[in-house]
Every structure is written in structure tokens, then in C-alpha cells.
T-cell receptor, first 110, second 113 residues
């Protein structure tokens, strides 16, 4: 069974703190990995793709560990506007179907 | 920035009625998808569409569902006889290569009463 597992949270974090999410996936043949952000009752929006070498976009850093089949997202200097649900998404590769985690809810408090 | 547009944003329908949800994907994208999300639950895959045919569908996508790309720009999802449990947010998405991240539309909230 195809699975992507995330801690549902919520993570309650003070503004300015660093927060990290992990996600595990079951299919070792998975080819592409993404973090999406979803605000309440809105569509998911691509936050960043995750590459084997790790990648950084401003305050956000994503890492992929293929051997252990997990993906991480680090948010530094968190802002109130970072409050959202963060979805870990894996592309199986066969028909490019995305497998979604249930999301981790992040609440940034002033 | 190119967008995927969906109409209507909200549709209320009576159980047993047919609904058509419309999507205009990004113009140079080749892969199209429908997903749904029941309130408070995971995003669920319904169907993928490439080269004018369904490439994959989930077990949710039964005979009540169909997709069409009638004119080369619109991509529609039809539910023939809606059930209460079809109430959800329906997202259309498109992708250039299928391997990169998808762009989602803002969704159609379907309420079946």
C-alpha cells in the first residue's frame, strides 16, 4: 500500500523560532518529492521540490534521505504568516500520481 | 504567473443530480488531474489525463465519474448522479511534464443536499 506519513500536529511555535517537520514514505521507487502548503479551505500550493542534495529557499530548507525514506522541512525565523498545514507529497513515477500525506498543522504564535 | 482556473467556486446540488465541474489548465501543460478533499481529510487522487485519455484513476473514480477535454482548453469532471458523500472540495491540477510539481486551481466546493 502506498503511504506517506506525517505527524498531524498541531505544532504551536512562537514567532521567530525554528520548526522542523518530517515525513516518511513507503515506496522506495518514488521519484519526486514535494512540500506543499495549504491554508484553511484553500488549494494546496507548491512550497518547494525536494532534491537529493537538499535545497534551500530563503527561510525554508528541504532534505531528502532516500536510504531511510524520509523527507524533512525546516523553517527558520518563523513568521505568523507561516501558519498553515504543510503537506508532504511523493510522486510515484509510474503515472506521475501524487501520493499525499495528511499534513502537519503549524500554528505560529506572536 | 500562469494559473489554473476553476468554475464554479461553489456548487450546491440535490442528491441524484448531475454536476459538471470546469477547469482551464495552464495552456502549455500536458498532464491534467482531478483531486478531491473532504473537509478535514487528506487530498485524494481521482484521475489523471494525458494525451486525451485517462492515464490512471483511483477506486473513487467509479462509473458515476467521467472527464473530458472537449475543446483543447477546458477540462471537465462530470458526476452523473451525485451522492451525499460526494460533498467535498474538488481541485483541478495541471503539470508540464508530470514529474514536476503541479499547479492547482482554487477548487470547487461541491455540496450535495
Amino acid at each position: 500500500r502506498k503511504e506517506v506519513e506525517q505527524d498531524p500536529g498541531p505544532f504551536n511555535v512562537p514567532e521567530g523560532a525554528t520548526v522542523a517537520f518530517n515525513c516518511t514514505y513507503s515506496n522506495s521507487a518514488s521519484q519526486s518529492f514535494f512540500w506543499y502548503r495549504q491554508d484553511c479551505r484553500k488549494e494546496p500550493k507548491l512550497l518547494m521540490s525536494v532534491y537529493s542534495s537538499g535545497n534551500e529557499d530563503g527561510r525554508f530548507t528541504a532534505q531528502l534521505n532516500r536510504a531511510s525514506q524520509y523527507i524533512s522541512l525546516l523553517i527558520r525565523d518563523s513568521k505568523l504568516s507561516d501558519s498553515a498545514t504543510y503537506l508532504c507529497v511523493v510522486n510515484e513515477g509510474s503515472n506521475y500520481q501524487l501520493i499525499w500525506g495528511a499534513g502537519t498543522k503549524l500554528i505560529i504564535k506572536p | 504567473e500562469p494559473e489554473v482556473t476553476q468554475t464554479p467556486s461553489h456548487q450546491v446540488t440535490q442528491m441524484g443530480q448531475e454536476v459538471i465541474l470546469r477547469c482551464v489548465p495552464i495552456s502549455n501543460h500536458l498532464y491534467f488531474y482531478w483531486y478531491r478533499q473532504i473537509l478535514g481529510q487528506k487530498v485524494e487522487f481521482l484521475v489523471s489525463f494525458y494525451n486525451n485519455e485517462i492515464s490512471e484513476k483511483s477506486e473513487i473514480f467509479d462509473d458515476q465519474f467521467s472527464v473530458e477535454r472537449p475543446d483543447g482548453s477546458n477540462f471537465t469532471l462530470k458526476i452523473r448522479s451525485t451522492k451525499l458523500e460526494d460533498s467535498a472540495m474538488y481541485f483541478c491540477a495541471s503539470s508540464g511534464t508530470g514529474r514536476d510539481g503541479y499547479t492547482f486551481g482554487s477548487g470547487t466546493r461541491l455540496t450535495v443536499v
